[in-house]
């Protein structure tokens, strides 16, 4: 019964797209919440240091960013966004689907993690602001591994798209 689902594929193929959109959404808000309170007390003891605090905040967002990309990327591939839509088969379906598990499980976790980075950052602005540089970095370190879950994600629903089925 279930392999005889014509759609089975393509809701799998959504499901994936659906969840790279929310859990990198999901972690980035929750990064962006914890940098954005840590800097509401620094900015309200000192308002001068907002626009340093401001790129602190920004930096975990990023990765709602690549989820939605994905997601968006794969819903134009499989024609749900646009014209000329076909069912996808089963197992491209299911391929698509783990194919955005990185960008998404990676980008939760690490939005989460870089928020946290970023609100050490502040905190650093806060004593030194002459060190807002440093600050930057070491949040920003903890995006190499969202941009090499995104990279791995796309180049996956590209290679799938392009496999004869």
């Known amino acids: 019964m279930l392999l005889s689902m014509p759609n089975l594929g393509t809701a799998l193929a ?5 969840l790279a959109a929310l859990m990198g959404g999901i972690g980035s ?3 962006v ?27 975990p967002g990023t990765q709602g960013i690549y989820g939605f990309l ?7 591939q499989i024609k749900i966004i646009g014209t000329g839509f076909e069912p ?3 197992i491209q379906g299911a391929m698509y689907f ?4 990185p960008v998404g499980v990676v980008g939760w976790i690490s939005a989460i993690l870089q928020g946290k980075a970023a609100v050490a950052g502040i905190n650093l602005v806060a004593k030194r602001p002459d060190q807002s ?12 591994y969202a941009v ?3 990279l791995i994600s796309v180049l996956s629903i590209f290679s799938i798209s392009n496999l004869e089925m």
């Open 29 to 31: 808000a929750k990064g």
């Open 88 to 90: 996808v088969p089963l």
């Open 33 to 59: 919440s914890l940098a954005g309170q840590a800097g509401a007390g620094v900015v309200a003891e000192d308002p001068g240091k907002f626009g340093k605090v401001l790129i602190l905040q920004a930096l």
């Open 14 to 18: 959504v499901l994936g797209a659906a």
């Open 148 to 150: 090499l879950a995104l």
């Open 133 to 144: 540089g440093k600050a930057i970095t070491f949040a920003a370190m903890v995006e190499t």
């Open 70 to 76: 994905t997601a968006a990327l794969l819903l134009a």
């Open 98 to 101: 783990f194919a955005c598990l």
